[in-house]
Nanobody
Framework: QVQLVESGGGLVQPGGSLRLSCAASGSISRIYTMGWYRQAPGKQRELVAAITNEGSTNYAESVKGRFTISRDSTKNTVYLRMVTLKPEDTAVYYC????????????????WGQGILVTVSS
């Protein structure tokens, strides 16, 4: 069994910053693309940023220049550094791994974390 657990969310003022972390647990051999998605009230879940196991990244247009995704493969952890936060960034943020291979050579596809709330408000 593999799991993704997010941390680092909370309340921040407009213009502030936060760093989200997502740690994968289990007997993991390899994780391919990891990403952050978000879902605001009344809206569909959307991709915020993603990073491949080779380090290639892509971002939603709305966060380019403000958010930075990174990963530490030795810790099976992905991060999302968010600066210059805006009220419209308020959402539940979800961590995702598209493919996880365990040491027992079992594949897990589209693994999601439980989500963490980020609120940007004065």
């Amino acid at each position: 069994q593999v799991q993704l657990v997010e941390s680092g969310g909370g309340l921040v003022q407009p213009g502030g910053s936060l760093r989200l972390s997502c740690a994968a647990s289990g007997s993991i051999s390899r994780i391919y693309t990891m990403g952050w998605y978000r879902q605001a009230p009344g809206k569909q879940r959307e991709l915020v940023a993603a990073i491949t196991n080779e380090g290639s990244t892509n971002y939603a247009e709305s966060v380019k220049g403000r958010f930075t995704i990174s990963r530490d493969s030795t810790k099976n952890t992905v991060y999302l550094r968010m600066v210059t936060l805006k009220p419209e960034d308020t959402a539940v943020y979800y961590c995702n791994a598209d493919r996880i291979l365990t040491l027992a050579e079992v594949w897990y596809l589209e693994v999601w974390g439980q989500g963490i709330l980020v609120t940007v408000s004065s």
